[in-house]
């Protein structure tokens, strides 16, 4: 168990729907990651919050979006949906370790299909 | 991000060691070498990081060549449960500490009973 948590579990909806995906990162971790993983695409970076605020942004769509609310918790929000959207999405959460490197953990993923 | 190039997979017999290869030729001297893992079904797992020593914990051991134009990731007596796909990824130095991670294809490791 990685200390992060992740809801719902699986989620199936519709083309057009919108959902929203949660992340709690480990306690006292303040980055929180978002990761889509599909079968042709891999792995992929979609954005970054740091205490809140948006730090980087990765090949995110523009009818998705995300915030980090005060108790650090995350939440991602996928709009207007695709089948093409249907992927694993994963939510880590990381530690600065000596030397400015890190450290991340990663939530056991919420799987979205979209029909 | 510098390129790594990784083995598409590999197999392995229980309770042999295992050496997984990663090559990263334009390695910059602020880039550290991590190592994370992806069991089925679930989401990576961080296995070790090192910057130019060799590096041990209680889950591997990661041996860097002198150059740093590779690393090894070394289990030493495989079971079962380390099926999964192995990914090497550089990740440079910075004052925040807190970047993305890169991952590209990772090799796919098989253990066999």
């Known amino acids: 168990d990685s200390g992060v948590t992740q809801t719902p579990k699986h989620l199936i909806t519709a083309t057009g729907q919108r959902v929203t995906l949660r992340c709690s990162p480990r306690s006292g971790d303040l980055s929180v990651y978002w990761y889509q993983q599909s079968l042709d695409q891999g792995l992929q970076f979609l954005i970054q919050?740091?205490?809140?605020?948006?730090?980087a942004k990765g090949n995110i769509l523009e009818r998705f979006s995300a915030q980090q609310f005060p108790d650090l918790h995350s939440e991602l929000n996928l709009s207007s949906l695709e089948l093409g959207d249907s992927a694993l999405y994963f939510c880590?959460?990381?530690?600065?370790?000596?030397?400015?490197?890190?450290?991340?953990?990663f939530g056991p993923g919420t799987r979205l299909t979209v029909l | 991000d510098a390129k790594t190039t990784q083995p598409n997979s590999m197999e392995s017999n229980e309770e042999e060691p295992v050496h997984l290869p990663c090559n990263h030729s334009?390695?910059?001297?602020?880039?550290?070498i991590h190592w994370y893992r992806q069991l089925p079904s679930q989401g990576p797992e961080y296995v070790i990081h090192g910057l130019t020593s060799n590096v041990n914990n209680r889950m591997a051991s990661l041996a860097i060549a002198e150059d740093r134009k590779s690393s090894t990731l070394i289990l030493h007596r495989a079971t079962l449960r380390d099926a999964a796909v192995y990914y090497c990824i550089l990740r440079f130095i910075s004052n925040f500490g807190n970047e993305k991670l890169t991952f590209g294809t990772g090799t796919r490791l098989t253990i066999i009973p």
């Open positions: 880590a959460s990381s530690v600065k370790v000596a030397g400015g490197t890190d450290t991340q953990y």
């Open positions: 334009t390695i910059s001297g602020t880039d550290y």
């Open positions: 919050y740091y205490n809140g605020e948006e730090r």
